[in-house]
């Protein structure tokens, strides 16, 4: 199965994310990739940013989410698009996966705020496992992946083959300048991408903005640790690569003994 990696440009606007997500929506579907996935906070963009209020209203999201299924039914691919959305009257960070039919099947929520986020979001309190063609997978959302690996050794228990890592790290004023995957000099990032998948035997899939000054590349990365495919520093597209779901066994997330940590 094909999965692609979207690296969009920072939104100017939840219009500007929407037009992003169209055309690089199209660019995976021409790749024949069965999912693609966006960075973290994409819609209507990272909070604090100068985004106009109104496109962060629940009217807007509302709009802004069925845009997103009729462009998923239209190119017949599933998409990962993380939002921010209201929940019994809080703000959440979720991400929403939509059909290849164009219909919401559920979401994960951002369990795990960083610290500098707990003013912006109430954090969630349950995981979700999904199916693409057979295929099942998890969804963990920045800090929480990069820094809580519970949360994807819980998808690999669940039998997930793949879980995807959305996330926004960089920025277009300052910053390190990357040259290469995984170099020792890099922030730790990518080679938490390449431990998640390592220490549960599955694929890690993360999706980054495209920044000049970024904080890691978008990346897939094999049950093995191998790097199968990232983008280019700093370039805007989509990476679309294979995954072989019988190559992610979830053998090590499997052999832990949860109730060792039981308090």
């Not at 922030?187 to 495209?210: F, G, Q």
Request: aromatic content about 10%; overall charge negative.
């Amino acid at each position: 199965m094909k999965v692609a990696l979207a690296s969009p440009p920072f939104p100017k606007s939840l219009q500007d994310g929407l037009f992003w997500l169209e055309k690089l929506v199209k660019e995976a579907a021409a790749a024949s990739a069965a999912i693609i996935c966006f960075p973290e906070s994409y819609l209507p963009g990272y909070p604090g940013m100068g985004y106009a209020p109104e496109d962060r209203s629940r009217k807007s999201l509302l709009h802004a989410l069925a845009k997103v299924c009729d462009i998923a039914a239209e190119h017949a691919i599933t998409i990962i698009v993380p939002m921010d959305w209201y929940i019994d009257e809080q703000l959440v960070n979720l991400a929403f996966v939509v059909s290849a039919k164009g219909e919401v099947l559920g979401y994960q929520t951002k369990n795990q705020l960083d610290p500098t986020e707990d003013e912006l979001w109430t954090a969630g309190t349950t995981r979700s496992i999904f199916d693409v063609n057979g295929v099942k997978f998890g969804i963990t959302i920045c800090h929480e992946g990069f820094r809580y690996p519970e949360s994807v050794r819980w998808a690999a228990q669940q039998d997930a083959k793949i879980v995807f890592m959305p996330h926004f790290g960089g920025s277009e004023t300052a910053g390190p300048e990357l040259k290469e995957w995984g170099a020792k000099e890099n922030p730790y990032y990518e080679k938490a991408v390449m431990l998640r998948a390592m220490e549960n035997t599955i694929y890690t899939a993360s999706s980054n903005y495209a920044s000049p000054y970024t904080d890691a590349a978008s990346t897939l990365v094999a049950p093995d640790g191998s790097c199968v495919a990232h983008e280019a520093y700093g370039r805007v597209g989509v990476v679309v690569a294979e995954i072989d779901p019988e190559k992610a066994s979830g053998l090590l997330a499997k052999r832990f003994k949860n109730a060792l940590y039981h308090s």
